[in-house]
């Protein structure tokens, strides 16, 4: 079993920034892809981005394209995701994930499901207008 532990939610001003960590006691997240997604109230669960362990590679949401970073220091074996120029639309619970693959393809495909990731808790992101 995976655990997935979520940090650094918080109420932030529009066009401010914030930092979530991801780490997983017990777990090597160095091996595997992690993911980011977040849910609205109301809306479905939404893929944010993936960081491949296979070859770096790294794929964002159109939504956050240029304004969100994912990077991951394997010393820590910490995954993070630095939001910047945050908007009231990036309101959010935000969830680090793994299907303990090495690569992203599920998630570049469309092709992933819920029940093929191991979920952290999330973290509650808020962006006041």
């Known amino acids: 079993q995976v655990q997935l532990e979520e940090s650094g939610g918080d109420l932030v001003q529009s066009g401010g920034s914030l930092r979530l960590s991801c780490t997983a006691p017990g777990f090597t997240l160095d091996y595997y892809a992690v993911d980011w997604f977040r849910q609205a109230p109301g809306k479905e669960r939404e893929g944010v981005s993936c960081?491949?362990?296979?070859?770096?590679?790294?794929l964002y949401s159109d939504s956050v394209k240029g304004r969100f970073t994912v990077s991951r220091d394997n010393a820590k074996n910490t995954v993070y995701l630095q939001m910047n120029n945050l908007k009231p639309e990036d309101t959010a619970v935000y969830y680090c994930?793994?299907?303990?693959?090495?690569?992203?393809?599920?998630?570049?495909?469309?092709?992933?499901?819920?029940?093929?990731?191991?979920w952290g808790q999330g973290t509650q992101v808020t962006v006041s207008s």
């Open positions: 960081i491949s362990s296979f070859d770096g590679s790294i």
């Open positions: 994930a793994t299907n303990t693959l090495s690569n992203c393809a599920a998630r570049r495909a469309g092709t992933w499901s819920a029940s093929q990731f191991f």
